[in-house]
């Protein structure tokens, strides 16, 4: 049985708290995966073990959430509607037989925005978005490192399709974009 919440279904009062609800457990447990480590096959943690110092070399709680996140895990996406550049709409399968609509931003890069402060701007994000929308339609789209994007609302994650295996390098390379660490975003005006 194949469920999905279209954004419709928030402007029914019951509806929209048990959804909001089911939203924020979402995102928590995909923030939480992101600081669990899988362990060995056959380790059990008990006593010290569990306060131990990471080996030389392996990823530490220093390491930012992005990183720690087991790339080999990948969710299939249905991408519902292009928002701009940087950002898209999808019903993601977190679970089989259970899909979550939410938006996804891609890792790593920063598109100019369609609600532009100059003309610029304007037809760079407009170009963005149509780079984003012919890529994402080659279909096979899947998200992975997914993480809690910084400004809520949405996850952050690294994107593939069938025929590229980063959108986010792709769109860096085409000069629609520019590389993104989560800080202060320049403009994009003059």
Known sequence: MRRYFPFASFTHTRRANLLAVAGAMFALGLGASALLRPLPRGAIPVGPALAAAPASGSITTQTPIAHRLDPGIVYPAEVIRIIDGDTFEARVRVWPGLDVD???????????????????????????????????????????????????????????????ADVSAALLNGGFARSYDGGHRGSWCG
């Not at 994000?125 to 949405?154: C, M, N, P």
């Open 102 to 164: 939410t938006k996804v931003r891609l890792r790593g890069i920063d598109a100019a925005e369609l609600h532009a402060r100059c003309a610029g701007e304007l037809a760079q994000a407009q170009s963005a978005r149509a780079a984003l929308e012919t890529i994402l339609a080659d279909g096979s789209v899947a998200i992975s490192r997914v993480g809690i994007d910084k400004y809520g609302g949405r996850v952050d994650a690294t994107v593939s399709t069938r025929n590229t």
